[in-house]
């Protein structure tokens, strides 16, 4: 069966022609305007291509796999639309490695205020200046690095859908199922300070991380009610200030084989604990005094 998946590489080969690529703008910028397609001579004027066999041999290029033909001319499919997403997030076309932001929030290593932002090699990484501990990083595109000036905050909403989807073992890149289980591998990749990591790895593409459970559980029901119950809102803290989601003093190890661990969320008084088995799994909830 997998020989019959089209081939990448012949996919990329029908995109790579400027006037192709033009197609495809306009036909967002059509979707963008509020029509569902372009007729063919309204897309043919808007590219700018006088030469009809011309035009027809790219757009043929296009059709099945990047554009639809429709009753009502031509319209972007789904593959379409995220070609062009990724042309319009810079993916293909523009670097910005070294762009430095400050940060706010403090270490949990070290305790100072001296966090930063550092974008490189496609990735958003939080740093602590003092320590140079690395608290955070997560795959980002580069155009938002130099267009938004509400960067950290667009890095943080990007940073938690990530994990959430991979909690609920749907890849953030390509939709299909992913596989999570703990680890005390620290790989070269790995985010916070924990001695276990929940590995979420995609059974179809490039898509993996090491990460601390507590982020994955940032957005969980039980962990968004637990603090709103006590008027302790976690939109107030970037997930990057969340010590609990990061750090070993806030992880029990409860068993090394299988892997289990026990993570402990305080708010107010009380401290809410979750048990995760070797899959990353929440198999127990519960409210305690601390």
Known sequence: MDDERPDPADALAAIGNERRVSMLYELQQAFRDGESALPYADLKRRVGVQDSGNFNYHLQRLVGQFVRKTSDGYALTYAGRKVVSALTAGVFTEQADG????????????????????????????????????????????????????????????????????????????????????????????????????????????????????????????????????DAPLDAHPLWNLDWALHEDFLTVLADDPPRVRLRIPADDDELRLTFDAEGSVVSTSVVER
């Open 99 to 230: 762009a430095t932001f400050d940060a706010p929030g403090t270490c949990y290593e070290c305790g100072e205020a001296s966090l930063s932002a550092r974008y490189e090699q496609e990735r958003v990484r939080i740093v602590c200046e003092s320590c140079d501990e690395e608290i955070l990083h997560n795959p980002f595109p580069p155009a938002p690095t130099t267009r938004r000036d509400d960067l950290l905050d667009a890095f943080e909403a990007w940073t938690r859908r990530w994990n959430a989807l991979a909690a609920a073992e749907a890849c953030p890149e390509c939709g299909s199922k992913m596989a999570g289980r703990l680890t005390d591998d620290r790989h070269e990749l790995s985010t916070g300070n924990v001695p276990y990591r929940l590995r979420v790895t995609c059974t179809e593409c490039w898509a993996m991380a090491n990460l601390p459970v507590g982020c994955l559980v940032r957005d969980h029901p039980r962990v968004v009610g637990f603090h709103a119950e006590r």
